[in-house]
């Protein structure tokens, strides 16, 4: 699997966004992340040559980009628990303060973070802003480290 940038994350999960209320279109990501339509263009043509969206007449999202989109959300939801009830950060600040960590955290890490609060919160599943994390560890690495 390729590591993503930062800025190619941001994408994805804005495609991810705007496809949940709307049709995806430049026009509809370019109004999201209020970024110009040339940049979006030309981040939607690097998104289809690594063949995480389809970038056609209509814009779609792989197989291999939902896995992405997945791990993205996976990550995000954990690294926001683990900062709001683990050691109770204000919400706003672990929102911030995720998104600039979990391009950075292991799948290895996540999910060893991820047992790790399914047993000191005692819960089963792991569940933030309707992004549910099922009892698996993540599809790339298996819970194994890499």
């Not at 204000?90 to 998104?99: F, G, L, N, P, T």
């Not at 047992?115 to 819960?123: A, E, G, R, V």
Request: hydrophobic residues 35%; charged residues 25%; positive net charge.
């Amino acid at each position: 699997m390729i590591e993503l940038t930062p800025s190619q994350t941001e994408y994805l999960i804005a495609i991810f966004e705007v496809s949940k209320n709307n049709e995806i279109t430049i026009t509809n990501i370019s109004k999201h992340l209020n970024y110009s339509k040339p940049s979006v263009v030309r981040a939607l043509k690097t998104l289809d040559n690594l063949k995480l969206i389809n970038y056609t007449n209509k814009i779609t999202i792989t197989e291999t980009g939902k896995t992405y989109i997945n791990n993205i959300l996976r990550k995000d939801s954990i690294l926001q628990i683990f900062f709001t009830d683990v050691l109770k950060i204000d919400k706003k600040i672990a929102i911030r303060d995720s998104e600039n960590i979990k391009n950075s955290v292991s799948c290895y890490t996540i999910t060893k973070l991820e047992q790790y609060l399914k047993k000191t919160l005692n819960i089963e599943t792991i569940d933030i802003d309707n992004y549910c994390i099922n009892n698996n560890p993540c599809i790339n690495c298996k819970g194994k480290q890499e």
